[in-house]
């Protein structure tokens, strides 16, 4: 059947479909066994043992005096208790053990291990952090290699889960030497749970951990990470840097046991796009810069390889269908489509049960409506959706402790748009909107900041007071509102230069300010002082020197703002379709892309992460993560 006909089927049929999803609880290895909490399986020598034979084995022991028997058989029925989710018996049968000083340096340490994997599971942290690092105080050469495996397991979630990757990396990697001779299923779990913590973190947090640790074992992950970071961008370019790492590395318990993030590559590689059709109204100004982008993105990858996919460009600027110019690509015998960047054809492909080849759209699917309750499966979505960087400006501000906030915006169909966004968003959050303005193309902003922050209501009360009193010499100092945390703002940069001294102006200048992308187009020339204090989040692109950027700026027109930052979604559209069966493959899979740090959603919606900044003298920096 034709797309046209898919289409035309797709008119007349409305299905809503249910999708159903399961989350994997990952599990915590404790005991003298791998003992997941609630993992589908048991460990496998205590899959025919109970607890209770284990605990009756263990009286045993106890009355013929031997501590150490009793105490094994009692922690491996701790660890079947705690796979059983059993965790407050579990805490009862550590309190009957025997004593520690007539335990082995090992036991004592697998008791230790079981009370912090018994406080984790109680989401307890901080106990489950006091209990490891005592354990991490200990002599790592007295104990086995298994048992160190599990103590950077559990390590690395308990510090993760607080906050610290960077100390969750540097307990796993002095922990984790030598674990190629340990068990091969906690070698390979270790050596997954060692990369997943090592690309959570910044470049600067990886100088952190590298001056934290030493020695072989770590200097070699470490090193494989960097390589991995500078070819992020390129399948080929990451197989290759693992090839020389291998060669060199050779020891390395990397070398035996690869992640399975890094093993996954070749099949990323074997499923990349051939043929791409790239669909875009390249009689737009969007549209060429995405174009831009795309181009750029893909030379910079025939750098690296002569291995790139062949691209067709389709014009979609005449388009009001999709069909016919999806066939057109289709007869051209592309094997990915990315585009249309038009959300009327978007919603159009939307509404098909099924596409003909994977696509990646360049735009958002309007999901509300009943009709499009059910996305394709092969239909992946990218956008520079402000909707999501307002959901990041809000997880700031609760951050911050932020709870009642003040919104200004333009007029206007889309402002209202997002205006409600913001304050539906930020009241489930459990904020509120205490004030509200909205100006114009030529507004007065001295009366929008007065409205908003009740300097007329005070003047007002004043020149009341005045009328009453007989004496003409009082003096008057107006007061803001002071029932604000905090003012949202949507603004182009000129609008930001006046309103963020007008608020200083009115007595305002102690509110956090905290504002979209649109706030900075990138203009070198133009002077951004005004806006010191204001807080916003951008891509990478925007903030960040990048060799791409500065090769895209010389050979393409001068771009700023919303064209700057559809030329760097032109980028990430190419880096996106060149992995995204990688996407597809491992969830888990994010991408520190120019738009921001990129990852694909359960419905099939790619998200950003966007760069924190502040501007301070002018400049905007960025701000750390807390």
């Known amino acids: 059947m034709s797309t046209a006909r898919l289409f035309r089927s797709a008119n007349n049929l409305r299905t809503v479909s249910s999708i159903c999803s399961a989350f994997l609880l990952l599990g915590l290895l404790v005991g003298c066994q791998s003992t997941p909490i609630n993992s589908s399986t048991p460990p496998s020598d205590l899959a025919s043992a109970s607890v209770e034979t284990l605990l009756n084995a263990a009286s045993q022991a106890d009355s013929q005096n031997d501590a150490e028997a009793a105490a094994e058989y009692r922690l491996q029925a701790i660890d079947l208790l705690i796979y059983e989710n059993n965790l407050r018996r579990a805490a009862a049968e550590i309190d009957a053990l025997p004593a520690q000083q007539l335990l082995s340096d090992e036991l004592r340490a697998l008791v230790q291990l079981a009370k912090a994997t018994i406080a984790f599971g109680n989401s307890d942290y901080s106990e489950a952090r006091s209990l490891l690092q005592e354990l991490d105080s200990r002599a790592r050469e007295a104990l086995p290699i298994d048992t160190n495996i599990k103590i950077a397991l559990l390590a690395g979630k308990a510090y993760n889960a607080l906050g610290d990757p960077s100390l969750a990396a540097i307990v796993q990697l002095s922990r984790s030497e030598g674990a190629e001779y340990g068990s091969p299923p906690l070698a390979r779990q270790l050596s997954d749970s ?71 590559l070749n099949a990323a590689w074997d499923q990349r796009p051939r043929h791409i059709g790239l669909i875009l109204p390249l009689q737009t100004a969007a549209g060429r810069a995405l174009q831009e982008g795309f181009v750029a993105a893909y030379y910079q990858s025939l750098a690296i390889s002569r291995e790139v996919p062949r691209i067709s460009v389709l014009d979609s600027s005449e388009a009001t269908d999709a069909f016919s110019i999806y066939d057109e690509a289709l007869r051209l015998g592309v094997d990915l489509v990315v585009g249309p960047l038009d959300k009327a054809l978007v919603n159009q492909i939307a509404a098909l049960p099924k596409l003909p080849t994977l696509t990646l759209a360049l735009n958002y699917a309007d999901s509300e409506e009943g009709s499009l309750v059910g996305m394709p499966s092969d239909l992946v979505q990218f956008g520079l959706a402000p909707e999501d960087e307002i959901e990041q400006i809000i997880a700031l501000a609760k951050q911050r402790g932020f709870n009642r906030a003040a919104v200004i915006t333009p007029e206007g169909e889309n402002y209202t748009r997002l205006r409600a966004t913001f304050q539906a ?7 509120s909107v205490v004030a509200r303005s909205v100006f114009g193309p030529e507004e007065d902003f001295s009366a929008v900041v007065k409205n908003l922050l009740a300097i007329d209501a005070s003047e007002e009360r004043a020149r009341r007071l005045r009328a009453t009193l007989p004496r003409n010499n009082i003096e008057f100092i107006p007061q803001r509102r002071s029932d604000i945390d905090f003012i949202f703002l949507i603004a182009n940069p000129r609008q930001g230069r006046q309103l963020v001294p007008t608020l200083a102006f009115y007595y305002a200048q102690d509110l956090p300010l905290l504002a979209l992308p649109s706030i900075y187009d990138g203009d070198p020339s133009a002077s951004t002082r005004d806006l010191d204090g204001l807080v916003f989040g951008d891509a990478p692109w925007m903030v960040r020197p990048s060799e791409l950027r500065s090769v895209a700026d010389e050979n393409f027109a001068p771009a700023f703002g919303s064209s700057q930052r559809l030329r760097a979604m032109g980028v990430d559209s190419f880096y996106l379709a060149m992995q995204i069966a990688q996407f597809r493959n491992n969830p888990q899979r994010s991408l520190r892309g120019v738009t921001g740090e990129l990852s694909l959603a359960e419905d099939g919606k790619i998200t950003r992460k966007l760069v924190m900044l502040r501007f301070e003298n002018g400049v905007p920096e960025p701000i750390p993560e807390s």
Do not use: C, M
Not at 194 to 212: F, G, R
Not at 225 to 241: W, Y
Not at 425 to 430: A, L
């Open 194 to 264: 060692i990369w997943q913590t090592l690309d959570t973190l910044s470049i600067d947090e990886i100088d952190k951990v590298a001056n934290a640790t030493a020695g072989y074992h770590a200097r070699g992950w470490l090193e494989l990470n960097k390589a991995i970071r500078r070819e992020e961008f390129s399948l080929r370019g990451q197989l290759d840097a693992i090839a020389r790492w291998q060669s060199v590395w050779t020891q390395h318990a990397a070398t035996s046991f690869l992640p399975s993030a890094l093993l996954s």
């Open 425 to 431: 968003r930020w009241e489930q959050r459990g904020g």
